[in-house]
């Protein structure tokens, strides 16, 4: 088994200290003649400059503390994913405060300052059942002040670094989680805790470890076993190391053991943490994206006008999801529209799809013209109640297409890349309540649930856009539902699965293929969809206990970007 180090050879490590944007030099301490860690000791104000605290707001009005962080630049602080979410749902940006320079939690001092969060960012394959991939980042709605007392970590300098060649050591953890009395403390606390390698950790306690250990070494395991320990309200808070002159994070707090009898933290448990190197090239591409959160640079795509506290089931399908396409197609020699395929707008010329809707195989039937901006295939207006309780009637918009761009490697491997964009001859009127596009990602997000939405194929009120809750499920398993089949599915991470909750098979209907599914992200004072895949192919049975296969959008997105932006709209 590898050893599960913390401390990087010299030689592997730089001399000099990384800088922020500011050109302020990470990981040192501004004050050093300043005169929870469970059994560990206070720490001085100014010890630790570049920890935070994370509280979460109440309906009250009131705010408790809830997790740790580490300030890692003047936009972010890092922290554990799990301390976003709140039952199994993520919390929405404005659910959360960040207070830095603080000592006493309780007291903040003239040197301690509070910002607002404007974007949560979680890993898109955290697992909240195992926490795997824990790893979170929380954006200011300011940029953050450097001061004595509030200060950038440095982060580990070597990505995804040959742990093997590490020596071991102890880090420094510090927070004001549960101490000696079982209690929260207020002074900020500190305790130096040892890393032990994969075996000696899995060992502990094989049924604990064997589930939060990750396979590709995502995280790591520490503890003394000596009562000394972080506890309930350390989450979050990083693993710090001294390197030649400068102070780095190697690790996040992640999740401990508890007691058999009491179900408190046993600070004779090892604990694991989030591995710092391994997530680099996430960090990084997640702070240079920062100002674009939208592919195509659509400020008004996707726009949700609820208060992000209603759940979607709450919300009306009427005007909801403005960008649920359909593809229109004819016969030759006949007049007669069909409605086979649905799509989503990414853009006012721009309709993306299934790819094997376009790839001409529809007997007899020839690709014509796309809808928008359709409720009710029965009615035309459509007459329904908008969000905010007002009438509309609204009426479609039928538009013949330009050019169809299919995917260049569509079917291949087989059932793969299935994915197609449909330019229209003119752009799409996106002044109309109905007819919106939806926004692009530029790179995932963690969601638990997530929307499809179309015309299902059949049933009683397939004439009607319908919606649905989906829950991603773990790829594996989908991949012997299918395999049994004989379907594979991309090895690149091209497909994702979806279950859907009924009450009953009798409400168990497959959506027309390119169907939406979307989710919802609070950035910046907005709430906005997101698309996240396109209804690809599911079980010929539709049955209760099987999983949809979608398009994974994110893995086509420089792909429609390219298209989108080489050609002339």
Request: aromatic share 12%.
């Amino acid at each position: 088994m590898r050893v599960i180090p913390i401390v990087v050879l010299l030689l592997m490590l730089s001399t000099d200290c990384g800088f922020t944007a500011k050109g302020v030099p990470c990981g040192q301490k501004q004050l050093t003649f300043l005169a929870y860690i469970y059994k560990g000791n206070a720490a001085l104000e100014a010890d630790w400059p570049w920890h935070a605290a994370i509280f979460q707001k109440q309906n009250n009005g009131g705010e408790d503390y809830i997790c740790g962080g580490s300030v890692i630049s003047e936009n972010f602080v890092l922290t554990a994913a799990h301390c976003t979410v709140s039952f199994r749902m993520p919390l929405s940006a404005d659910n959360f405060l960040v207070k830095l320079g603080l000592h006493n939690k309780s007291f903040p001092s003239e040197h301690s300052k509070t910002y607002e969060v404007v974007e949560v960012i979680r890993h898109d394959s955290f697992n909240i059942n195992n926490l795997k991939n824990d790893i979170a980042l929380l954006r200011t709605e300011e940029d953050i002040t450097f001061s004595d007392y509030i200060q950038p970590i440095c982060l580990w300098p070597v990505e995804k670094s040959d742990l093997n060649s590490i020596l071991t050591s102890r880090g420094t953890v510090v927070g004001w989680g549960v101490g000696d009395e079982y209690k929260l403390v207020d002074i900020l606390q500190q305790a130096r805790l040892s890393v032990v390698d994969y075996a000696t950790c899995l060992k502990s306690k094989p049924e604990h470890f064997s589930k939060l250990l990750a396979d590709d070494k995502s995280n790591f395991c520490a503890g003394n076993q000596n009562m000394t320990n972080v506890c309930d309200g350390d989450s979050g808070g990083g693993m710090y190391f001294r390197l030649n002159n400068a102070w780095y994070i190697r690790g996040i707090v992640s999740a401990g053991a508890r007691t058999e009898t009491e179900r408190r933290c046993d600070p004779q448990q090892f604990v694991t943490f989030t591995d710092i190197p391994y997530y680099l090239r996430w960090i990084s591409q997640h702070q240079e994206n920062v100002k674009k959160r939208n592919l195509l640079n659509l400020g008004s795509c996707g726009l949700d006008f609820y208060n992000i506290t209603v759940l979607e089931n709450e919300k009306s399908v009427f005007l909801q999801y403005p960008w649920t396409a359909m593809l229109e197609f004819k016969k030759e020699s006949s007049p007669t529209v069909q409605t086979i395929c649905n799509g989503a707008l990414i853009h006012p010329r721009f309709v993306v799809t299934a790819g094997h809707c376009v790839d001409g195989n529809f007997r007899k039937l020839k690709l014509n013209s796309v809808r928008l901006g359709e409720f009710n295939l029965k009615t035309n207006p459509d007459n329904g109640i908008s969000y905010n309780g007002e009438s509309v009637s609204t009426t479609i918009q039928s538009i013949e297409i330009e050019k169809v761009f299919e995917h260049p490697q569509f079917n291949t491997p087989r059932y793969d890349n299935n994915i197609a964009l449909v330019k229209l001859k003119y752009p799409a009127d996106i002044s109309r309540p109905n007819v919106k596009p939806i926004c692009l990602p530029t790179l995932d997000d963690y969601n638990e649930l997530y929307t499809i939405t179309g015309w299902r194929r059949v049933g009683r009120q397939s004439h009607v856009l319908s919606r649905d809750t989906a829950l991603l499920e773990d790829l594996e398993k989908c991949e012997s539902i299918y395999g049994n089949i004989s379907i594979r599915l991309s090895s690149e991470g091209n497909h994702i699965c979806g279950s859907y909750h009924h009450e009953n098979v009798n409400y168990c209907f497959h959506f027309m293929s390119g169907a939406p599914l979307q989710y919802v992200k609070n950035a910046d004072r907005k709430n906005q969809y997101f698309l996240k895949g396109l209804f690809s192919f599911g079980f010929p049975k539709c049955q209760l206990n099987y999983t949809d296969v979608f398009t994974n959008i994110n893995k086509f997105t420089k792909w429609i970007a390219s298209i989108v932006n080489g050609e002339d709209v």
